[in-house]
C-alpha cells in the first residue's frame, strides 16, 4: 500500500523538507480511508522516509533535514493546476457516460468500425503498452463521436492526467490479464449500444465500465 504514497512523492516532486497535504486532503487525492492512509504514513515513518510534528504536520525526512529545515507545504498557488486519480474518475463519472451517450446518436459508421478494431487491437494486445494504447484510442473516437467541442476539450485535460507518471504507475500495478479481458467486455458493451442506437444503454454501460475501474485501482469506494 505504502507503495502508492511513494508515488505520489515522486509525482508530485516533494523533496527533503517539504510538508505534505493534511491527512484529509491527502487521502481524499488518493481515494484512500484515512485509516489505511495513516497506515502507510507510519509505515514510511518507520522507514525513516518522513518526519511527522503533531500540530505541524508531516514532511519529507531526507540527510540533513532538522526541523528548522522544515518548510513549505504540497500547494497548487503559482503552479499549474494538478489532480489526482480520486478525482480523475470523479470527473470523468460525470463527463464520459454522457458523452457515451450522445455518441449514440451521433456516431458514423466509420466511427463504429474504428472503435471495433481499436476493441480487437486491444484484445490481441500482450504488453501493457500497446493495450494502454488501444484502450485510448477507443475512448477518444467515442468522444469525437459525440460531436461536442467543450465535452471533446474537458476530456482531452482528463486524458493529460491519465498519461502521467503517477497514474502509469497505480494502472500498471492494477492491470492484470483477467482485468484487460474484462475491460475488453465492457468496451464492446458499450459499442454494441451504440451501435443499437441505444443511448440510455451506451451511458450506463460507460457508467459501470469506470466505476470497475476505479474499483481496480482504487479499491472499492469509501
Known amino acids: 500500500m505504502s507503495v502508492l504514497l511513494k508515488d505520489f512523492i515522486e509525482a508530485e516532486g516533494l523533496e527533503p523538507g517539504d510538508r505534505l497535504p493534511p491527512e484529509r486532503d491527502l487521502a481524499l487525492k488518493l481515494g484512500l480511508p484515512r485509516t489505511a492512509l495513516r497506515r502507510m504514513l507510519g509505515s514510511l515513518e518507520k522507514e525513516g522516509r518522513l518526519i511527522r510534528h503533531v500540530g505541524r504536520g508531516t514532511f519529507i525526512a531526507g540527510s540533513g533535514v532538522s526541523s528548522s529545515a522544515l518548510r513549505r507545504p504540497a500547494t497548487n498557488e503559482g503552479d499549474t493546476l494538478r489532480t489526482y486519480p480520486a478525482e480523475v474518475f470523479e470527473a470523468r463519472l460525470i463527463i464520459e457516460p454522457k458523452i457515451a451517450a450522445l455518441a449514440a446518436l451521433r456516431a458514423t459508421r466509420q466511427e463504429v468500425e474504428e472503435m471495433q478494431k481499436s476493441i480487437a487491437r486491444g484484445s ?25 467541442g467543450l ?42 449500444a451504440i451501435k443499437d442506437r441505444d443511448s440510455r444503454e451506451a451511458e450506463r454501460n460507460m457508467y459501470d465500465h469506470i466505476i470497475e475501474a476505479r474499483t481496480n485501482i482504487l479499491g472499492p469506494s469509501i
Open 151 to 192: 465535452l471533446a476539450s474537458l476530456y482531452e485535460g482528463i486524458h493529460a492526467v491519465r498519461a502521467g507518471n503517477l497514474w502509469g504507475k497505480m494502472k500498471e500495478q492494477s492491470l492484470t490479464s483477467e482485468r484487460m479481458t474484462a475491460y475488453i467486455v465492457s468496451h464492446q458493451a458499450i459499442l454494441d
Open 124 to 148: 490481441a494486445s500482450e504488453a501493457l503498452g500497446e493495450f494502454e494504447k488501444w484502450d485510448a484510442v477507443f475512448h477518444r473516437i467515442i468522444v469525437q463521436a459525440a460531436r461536442n
